[in-house]
C-alpha cells in the first residue's frame, strides 16, 4: 500500500525550489526571463489549484485524478523543471490525452512477439491511452496511465525518452515520478560546472555525512546497512557513494555496470580497483580495447600505461595480487595453497588476515585486488564474499561472523554426481603417493617435458591443447592432466577430458609412476559404443602393479590380489546399479587409501596442467589404426572443417 496522505508536498517542493535556485549562477544571459523570474522568487511552482479548478479538469479528461498527482495540484498547479529533462510538467489547464499522438504506440508494438507478457504490452498500450503531463522537454513523454492503478487508486507514471535508448521507465505513482525527479535533478548539479556555484545544502551535507557513516559501518560488518545508505546516497549523485557502493557489490559476485566511480583512476587505489576493471575489460572486450580507458577518465598517462601493461598480465594469465603487512603474508600463502587445488584452505587463509588488513585511503572498503588474481579469483563465492564484508577490518571493531562451508566434500564420490552443465561423461586421475605435485611430470612423462603449465581453467587449458595442432592418431592418446595434492601425503594429476576408454589397447601409468612409493590409477566411462560406465582401477608400489580391474559391457577383469574393500563384486553385476556402484567405488577408493580430490579447483579453479605419455599401447602387427593430418590450406568442405589426410591403414 501506497502511503500518499500523509506527505508533506509543500516541504517537500519548497526544499525543491530553493535548491535548485541555490544551484544558479546569478549572472547567466543565458538563463530565460521565466526561469530567472523563478530563480528570484526561489519557487519552481505555480500558485495552487483550487477544487474548482482540479474538478473542472476532472471533468474535461472524463477521469478523476489519482490522489498523489490531486494533492500536488492543491500545493502547485503544475511544475518547472521536473528533473533535468522535463522542463515544463503539466497543471490543470495543459494535462490531455495523449492519443498516441507520437505513433509511439505503433513503434513498440512492432516489437511485441506472440511471447509478450503483460508489462511488454503495458509499454505499447500506454501511449494510447496514457494522461500526458510533459509539456515543455528535451524529447521526454511523461505519461500517467489510468489502466495501471494500485489499491489506493494511484496511477502508474511511464518516462521515456529516445536518446536514452530503453524501455519505458515505470514509477509507482506521480509522488514516486517526483521523488525521482527531484534525486535526478540533484544527480545533475552534483558536480557543478565552472561558473556555477558549489551545490551544498542541507539535503547533501545529511547525505555526506550518511556516506561517511556508511563508510565506517561496513568496515565494521555491517556492509548491508551501509549499502542501504550509500544506494541512497548514489541516487542523489553523491561523490563517493557509487565508488564505495561498487565495492560491495563485486564482492558479492556483481559486475554489470561496476565502476569504482573514477576510484581505479585515483593512484591511491589503483592497484587494488584497477586490476578488477582490466580483467572485466579482458574477459569481455574480444580485443577491441577501445573502451579501456572509459572508466579510467582523469587518469594521468602513468596509470593508462598501467592499465594496458596489467591488461598484457590478465589475457596471459601472469597477473599476481600483491599486498602490504599481515595481508599481503596471507596472500602468498594462500596463492600456493590454492594453486594445488586446496583451496578451502586458502581461503581460510586468507580471510582469517582480513582483521589485520588497513584501506589505502578514505575510499577504500575492503581487499579486492585479489579477485583479479587468476589463481586466488576463483576462491570468491557470494557466501564468501558477505563473509569478507561481515569481517570487522581497516581498525574498525565489530562481531566476527561464522564460517562459511568449505567448498570441497573431501571425498572422491562428488565425482559420480552430476555436474551442473551435465557434461562430465568421464574422467580419470592418478595418485601418488608421497610426492609433490611438481615431480609428477617426471614420473608420467619421457622426460621432454617436464615443466609445469602456469595455472588455467580446465577449460583453457583442454581448448588451448587443441589450439594448432594437425595431427590426431588413434593409438596416441597423451593426457592433459592438472595436478594438485589430493590430501596428506598424496599427488594428483586428473584428466576430465579423456579419451574413449578402450580395455584392448589401454595401458595404466600406474606402474611408471610408482618408483620408491604407490600410485593409483581410476578411470570410469560413460560413452557411445559401451551399454553403461566402463570403470578402471590398477594399484602399483616400487614400479610393479599389484592389482587392477576393469568392468566394461558388463564383464569384470581382474588380476593381482585385490583387497576385500575394493573386490569389484561388491559393486559390479547384474543387479547393480551403475551411478550407485560408481559412487560406492570411489568412497572405497578414498577410504582404502586415504586421498581425496579438491572439488572447486578442479572444476572451477586454475590448476597447473602438463601432458602425459600416451595411456595406450603401441599398435600391434596387423592392427590397424588411423592418423589424421589438418592442413591450413586445405581447403573447407561443406561441413566447415578441414578436409583431412588419412595415414597408415594397417601396419
Known amino acids: 500500500?501506497?502511503?500518499?496522505?500523509?506527505?508533506?508536498?509543500?516541504?517537500?517542493?519548497?526544499?525543491?525550489?530553493?535548491?535548485?535556485?541555490?544551484?544558479?549562477?546569478?549572472?547567466?544571459?543565458?538563463?530565460?526571463?521565466?526561469?530567472?523570474?523563478?530563480?528570484?522568487?526561489?519557487?519552481?511552482?505555480?500558485?495552487?489549484?483550487?477544487?474548482g479548478r482540479i474538478v473542472a479538469m476532472e471533468q474535461r479528461l472524463g477521469r478523476r485524478m489519482p490522489p498523489s498527482y490531486r494533492e500536488f495540484l492543491e500545493i502547485s498547479d503544475g511544475w518547472r523543471h521536473a528533473g533535468g529533462f522535463v522542463w515544463l510538467l503539466a497543471g490543470t489547464e495543459d494535462a490531455r490525452w495523449h492519443n498516441d499522438e507520437s505513433g509511439l504506440g505503433a513503434m513498440f508494438e512492432e516489437y511485441l512477439d506472440e511471447d509478450a507478457g503483460p508489462e511488454e504490452r503495458q509499454e505499447a498500450d500506454v501511449w494510447r491511452r496514457g494522461l500526458q503531463l510533459d509539456v515543455e522537454s528535451d524529447a521526454t513523454y511523461v505519461l500517467m496511465d489510468p489502466d495501471d492503478v494500485d489499491e489506493d487508486g494511484e496511477w502508474a507514471l511511464y518516462t521515456w525518452a529516445s536518446w536514452r535508448a530503453a524501455p519505458p521507465e515505470r514509477h509507482a505513482n506521480f509522488r514516486t515520478f517526483m521523488w525521482d525527479m527531484y534525486r535526478e535533478f540533484h544527480r545533475l548539479r552534483a558536480n557543478p560546472d565552472d561558473g556555477e556555484p558549489a551545490f551544498v545544502n542541507d539535503t547533501t551535507r545529511r547525505l555526506d555525512a550518511q556516506v561517511e557513516a556508511a563508510r565506517l559501518e561496513a568496515l565494521r560488518g555491517g556492509w548491508e546497512q551501509a549499502g542501504k545508505a550509500l544506494d541512497e546516497a548514489k541516487e542523489y549523485g553523491r561523490p563517493r557513494a557509487a565508488g564505495l557502493g561498487d565495492q560491495i557489490r563485486r564482492l558479492l559476485?556483481?559486475?554489470?555496470?561496476?565502476?569504482?566511480?573514477?576510484?581505479?583512476a585515483d593512484p591511491r587505489y589503483a592497484r587494488e580497483l584497477l586490476p578488477l576493471l582490466v580483467a572485466e575489460h579482458a574477459a569481455h572486450s574480444y580485443r577491441d580495447d577501445s573502451a579501456l580507458t572509459f572508466d579510467l577518465r582523469g587518469a594521468d598517462d602513468e596509470l593508462v600505461s598501467m592499465a594496458y601493461a596489467l591488461l598484457d598480465e590478465m589475457r596471459s594469465g601472469t597477473y599476481r595480487y600483491t599486498a602490504a603487512g599481515p595481508f599481503g603474508e596471507a596472500v602468498e600463502r594462500a596463492r600456493e595453497l590454492a594453486r594445488w587445488g586446496d583451496t578451502d584452505a586458502a581461503w581460510r587463509t586468507l580471510i582469517d588476515a582480513v582483521p589485520r588488513w588497513e584501506p589505502?585511503?578514505?575510499?577504500?572498503?575492503?581487499?579486492?585486488?585479489?579477485?583479479?588474481?587468476?589463481?586466488?579469483?576463483?576462491?570468491?563465492?557470494?557466501?564468501?564474499?558477505?563473509?569478507?564484508?561481515?569481517?570487522?577490518?581497516?581498525?574498525?571493531?565489530?562481531?566476527?561472523p561464522g564460517p562459511t562451508p568449505g567448498l570441497d566434500p573431501g571425498d572422491l564420490a562428488w565425482l559420480a554426481e552430476p555436474d551442473s552443465g551435465n557434461n562430465r561423461t568421464s574422467y580419470r586421475f592418478l595418485l601418488v603417493e608421497g610426492v609433490e605435485p611438481e615431480e609428477l611430470p617426471e614420473r608420467l612423462t619421457d622426460g621432454d617435458a617436464t615443466a609445469l603449465n602456469d595455472p588455467m581453467t580446465s577449460w583453457d587449458a583442454h581448448s588451448g591443447s587443441l589450439r594448432g595442432k594437425r595431427e590426431f592418431s588413434s593409438y596416441d592418446d597423451r593426457a592433459l592432466m592438472a595436478v594438485g595434492r589430493a590430501g596428506t601425503g598424496w599427488s594428483f594429476a586428473f584428466d576430465g577430458h579423456p579419451a574413449p576408454f578402450d580395455r584392448r589397447r589401454f595401458v595404466s601409468p600406474a606402474a611408471g609412476a610408482s618408483a620408491g612409493t604407490r600410485a593409483v590409477v581410476v578411470w570410469s566411462d560413460l560413452r557411445a559404443g559401451h551399454r553403461e560406465r566402463c570403470f578402471h582401477l590398477s594399484v602399483a608400489r616400487d614400479g610393479v602393479e599389484q592389482y587392477a580391474f576393469t568392468y566394461a559391457d558388463g564383464e569384470i577383469g581382474q588380476s593381482g590380489e585385490i583387497p576385500r574393500t575394493l573386490d569389484p563384486s561388491l559393486f559390479f553385476g547384474e543387479r547393480a546399479d551403475g551411478a550407485a556402484a560408481e559412487r560406492l567405488l570411489l568412497e572405497?577408493?578414498?577410504g582404502e587409501f586415504g586421498v581425496r580430490l579438491p572439488r572447486h579447483a578442479i572444476v572451477n579453479g586454475r590448476l597447473h596442467t602438463f601432458v602425459t605419455r600416451s595411456w595406450t599401447r603401441p599398435p600391434g602387427d596387423g592392427e590397424a589404426y588411423m592418423v589424421l593430418r589438418f592442413h591450413e590450406t586445405a581447403p573447407m568442405p561443406a561441413g566447415g572443417e578441414p578436409a583431412p589426410e588419412e595415414g597408415p591403414g594397417s601396419r
Request: net charge negative; glycine share 10%; charged share 30%.
Open 1 to 51: 500500500m501506497t502511503d500518499t496522505t500523509a506527505f508533506d508536498w509543500r516541504s517537500f517542493l519548497l526544499r525543491w525550489s530553493e535548491e535548485w535556485a541555490d544551484s544558479l549562477a546569478v549572472d547567466d544571459d543565458t538563463r530565460s526571463e521565466d526561469d530567472e523570474a523563478a530563480r528570484r522568487a526561489r519557487r519552481l511552482g505555480f500558485p495552487p489549484a483550487s477544487e
Open 588 to 590: 572405497a577408493v578414498a
Open 360 to 400: 589505502l585511503g578514505p575510499d577504500h572498503l575492503a581487499p579486492l585486488g585479489w579477485v583479479a588474481d587468476p589463481v586466488l579469483g576463483p576462491l570468491l563465492t557470494p557466501e564468501r564474499g558477505r563473509e569478507l564484508l561481515s569481517t570487522p577490518r581497516g581498525g574498525q571493531s565489530g562481531e566476527a
Open 253 to 264: 559476485g556483481e559486475t554489470y555496470l561496476v565502476s569504482y566511480e573514477g576510484a581505479a
